[in-house]
């Protein structure tokens, strides 16, 4: 029994039907689950190179299907992580808003018709699945922790009415105990808070870093008139209050600086979260005796709160699914189509989440690098786990791509940048140099699962925390040591690394104790501010260029830059990916004033601009001809120093990731 679970919106990246909110759909994926277990899993942001992307899935089913060596005639069944009624209601009226084609379409015959655009076949109506989206949350977490028996927590912004669901799961029961509606959201209360700090939708995890700076005493007064908690572990949260903010501040403007106020201000909030969710979670502790946790739904990524209650003792047992942002969804409503159309078979556990892309073979792989051979030098190596931890050990920062790329938000060792943990100066490079984003970002340690307690204040027992999903403290003796993953409150948001997960990655930090000493990496997920995780060689190479890392191991493969006066770019070719425009703009200023510009605009829901000079704006429209730099510009009439200053601009265009540069052969 092979069955597709599906997540996100409805749109292909390129064309814009149904360009619905982000509150409704967001975070596309798909997953193939066969016999119980998951073999594949793909989210569309590693293929349209969009952050959080709502546009749909359907790519990335072919994906799995790529993956796992499937067609879709071997699909029984399409399971989409919401109720058909809900999205039909949603999709019905936006074609009342918006008018989009003469007949309302629902949200059965909308997947048959993607599908069929894919595919060229038509999927019949009855192989359609459809599931509640908190339940699909709860299924996915408490399905994959391997417990018998426990509570089950959604934690969201919102889903069919409500944002959150609590339920008593017993073998393959599970019994509803409360329904939380979405007036009430603690995901929604964290972002409306979090826009007076800059940040908005996705940008939550920002301030959660942020947090451990402020001193959350100083406004913990105004915080508490934002909520109420009520008997029985229930609560009222005033959304409309959060407006009150303003007596103490403006929201902060994109580029300004933090202030101390800021800091304060997301202290207060972490610790708001914090005290609504341990409320809930005592009484049904209390009033259930469950020992054991399960968690999911965006909310449950805060890794500072998972971490509290790890090490609360208020349960013995604790399993945070790690994939439980929307793009989990998928998951669970594979398992709940699976659940129905095979009750016999039990859904495996969770063993690890490296279910995408695979960079291929030693032969694949020597192949994709010799197509960039214009730009970069590359060695085979006989143990390049040995190598690359001596240039760790060094003080080099590199890139690290091996095997299948991992399902969710966090690089665990297949898409990685890694760092020698222990020179704090090394958060300040890594963050300024190569991701690109805030300084006080924090960054995770790997480290042996045999020697956690050594370095890592965790609960007797809980040796194995394998997804980064929860902050615990550094030991204070060890802090020192691990300055560049030590955050300013002492804590870390630690990943654990056994040989069985993933054989090549232990051998890296096990090579790197033998340097060192220390079994300890600076693991972040391999990417700059402007894309999502790389999925692919290509994307692995040209993130590799276009940032301050030293070197780049791909598989059996050190790569390095073959000269640093970028004279390869010639020889390479420039692409404008279909979700970036560029467009010739003419707009008013005022009375009687108006002003053109050239710009690339991303056609995603932050709508990223850039100007663009007169000479890049008329390259770009050229190069659909698949012909190298070079060639354009000798077409284009450039002078000498005319072309300086367009291969000037599309370097940086390039790290931005409003274009594409790419082997002539590869478009």
């Keep these: 029994m092979m069955i597709i679970g599906l997540s996100g919106g409805f749109d292909p990246s390129w064309r814009l039907s149904y360009d619905l909110s982000n509150d409704y759909f967001h975070d596309s994926a798909a997953l193939l689950l066969e016999n119980g277990n998951v073999v594949a899993a793909v ?15 359907i790519p990335a089913i072919r994906a799995c299907l790529d993956a796992h060596g499937a067609t879709i005639e071997d699909i029984d069944s399409f399971a989409y992580y919401a109720t058909e009624a809900n999205v039909d209601q949603v999709l019905y009226s936006y074609h009342t808003r918006m008018g989009v084609g003469p007949e309302r379409v ?16 038509t999927i019949p109506a009855e192989k359609f699945h ?29 889903g069919e009415g409500n944002s959150s669901l609590v339920l008593r799961a017993r073998g393959t029961d599970l019994e509803q105990l409360r329904w939380v509606p979405d007036s009430n959201s603690l995901g929604y209360f964290y972002r409306e808070v979090i826009r007076f700090l800059g940040y908005d939708m996705f940008e939550e995890y920002k301030v959660m870093g942020l947090a451990p700076y402020g001193d959350p005493s100083r406004h913990r007064s105004l915080f508490e008139t934002l909520y109420d908690l009520l008997p029985e572990g229930e609560y009222v949260v005033y959304l409309h209050r959060i407006s009150d903010l303003h007596s103490l501040l403006a929201p902060r403007k994109a580029g300004e600086p933090f202030t101390t106020l800021h800091k304060d201000i997301a202290a207060s909030l ?21 020992t054991r946790l399960c968690l999911s739904g965006g909310v449950a990524l805060n890794s500072s709160l998972n971490g509290k209650i790890l090490l609360s003792g208020l349960f013995d047992q604790v399993f945070v699914h790690p994939a439980s942002h929307d793009a989990g969804g998928a998951l669970g409503a594979a398992i709940d ?21 695979d960079i291929g073979d030693i032969p694949s792989v020597c192949a994709g690098i010799e197509r960039w051979r214009s730009l970069v030098t590359v060695e085979h190596l006989e143990n390049p786990c040995a190598t690359a931890a001596q240039m760790l050990a060094n003080g080099k920062v590199i890139g690290w791509v091996q095997g299948r790329s991992e399902f969710g938000p966090r690089s665990l060792g297949n898409r990685s940048i890694l760092a020698d943990p222990r020179p704090a100066e090394n958060m300040t490079r890594i963050n300024k140099m190569i991701k690109k984003r805030e300084g006080y970002r924090p960054f995770a340690p790997s480290v042996l699962a045999q020697h956690v307690e050594e370095y890592f204040d965790v609960p007797p027992g809980a040796t194995e925390l394998p997804y980064m999903i929860c902050v615990v403290p550094v030991r204070s003796e060890k802090r020192a040591l691990l300055g560049a993953v030590t955050h300013v409150d002492g804590t870390a948001r630690v990943q654990t690394v056994t040989y069985l997960q993933n054989k090549r990655y232990f051998k890296l930090i096990e090579a790197f104790e033998e340097c060192t000493g220390v079994p300890v990496l600076l693991n972040t997920s391999f990417n700059n501010n402007a894309e999502p995780i790389v999925d692919t060689l290509d994307e692995a190479i040209a993130c590799y260029l276009t940032t301050g890392l030293d070197a780049l191991f791909l598989g059996d493969f050190l790569i390095t830059r073959a000269n640093e006066d970028w004279t390869g770019l010639s020889e390479m070719a420039v692409v404008v990916p279909d979700t970036v425009a560029v467009q010739h703009v003419d707009k008013s200023t005022g009375k009687n004033k108006r002003t053109q510009s ?28 698949k012909r190298t730099l070079a060639d354009l510009m000798d077409a284009a009439g450039l002078e000498a120093q005319a072309r300086e200053a367009v291969l000037s601009e599309l370097r940086e265009l ?10 002539i052969e590869a478009n």
């Excluded at 629902?106 to 076949?121: P, T, V, Y």
Aim: net charge positive.
């Design 270 to 290: 972490q610790e708001a979260l914090e005290v609504l969710v341990f409320h809930m979670l005592r009484h049904f502790r209390k009033t259930t005796g469950e």
């Design 598 to 625: 050239r710009e690339l605009v991303t056609l995603a829901s932050n709508r990223r601009r850039r100007q663009v000079s007169e000479e890049t704006w008329k390259l770009l429209l050229t190069t659909r001809q």
């Design 43 to 57: 989210e569309q942001e590693r293929l349209n190179r969009i952050k959080h992307t709502n546009r749909s899935a």
């Design 130 to 158: 459809f599931s509640d989206h908190h339940m699909c949350h709860a299924l996915g977490a408490y399905v994959h922790s391997g417990f018998s028996d426990g509570l089950v927590i959604t934690l969201d912004g919102a």
């Design 654 to 663: 390039w790290g931005e990731r409003l274009i594409l540069v790419l082997p």
């Design 337 to 357: 189509a699976h659940r129905t159309l095979c009750p016999n078979i039990p859904v495996g556990k969770l063993d690890h989440l490296f279910l995408g892309k």
């Design 106 to 121: 629902g949200i059965r015959a909308l997947l048959q018709k993607l599908l069929e655009e894919e595919f060229d076949c």
